[in-house]
């Protein structure tokens, strides 16, 4: 299977939104997909990724594409945004669509954050699976990662726009 891995753009905005709402639809109203995009566009849009496969207008590209079909005619097939703070690296959202699941696609994208995490000086690199995602924690240890004793805790502050 043919797919590339690059930085996100806007354009990606809507195929993006679609596989998140899609992969995580349980997900709290403060993750809102199309809110999540724009904060981490305003904040760090350099730490943001989007998996494509060759769409069948491939290398088409022009102001015309349809809205949400990615850059240069091809489709969005999975996205990862990770954060860095000086201290830590954090990954957050990885979504592969499912027809496109264990080709490789969450791995490259997991790579190629990592690498650009290494380039900005992060040597630790932190992720969340809820408990019950068993099948995603596979994939995680499967790609060497293993779970760090500790408890996370978290605190909503406000009501997400």
């Known amino acids: 299977m043919s797919f590339s891995v690059r930085r996100f753009d806007v354009a990606d905005a809507d195929a993006v939104a679609a596989l998140w709402a899609h992969a995580f639809p349980d997900d709290p109203a403060r993750n809102e997909p199309h809110g999540m995009i724009a904060r981490k ?3 760090d849009p350099d730490l943001f990724w989007v998996a494509c496969a060759p769409g069948p207008d491939a ?3 022009s102001a015309s594409d349809p ?12 996205a990862l ?5 000086g201290v ?3 990954l ?32 630790k690199v932190n992720l969340q699976v809820r408990e019950t995602n068993g099948q995603v924690r596979a994939f995680y240890e499967s790609l060497g990662w293993s779970e760090d004793r500790s408890t996370s805790l978290g605190r909503v502050i406000g009501d997400a726009p």
């Open 88 to 90: 830590r690296g954090w």
């Open 41 to 43: 566009v305003a904040r």
């Open 92 to 123: 957050y959202h990885l979504a592969v669509s499912d027809q496109h699941r264990r080709r490789g696609v969450a791995s490259a994208l997991v790579e190629r954050a990592l690498a650009e995490l290494r380039e900005l000086g992060c040597v």
């Open 67 to 78: 809205p949400g079909s990615g850059v240069g005619g091809s489709d969005v097939i999975g």
């Open 81 to 85: 945004m990770a954060g860095y703070d």
């Open 59 to 61: 290398g088409a590209g």
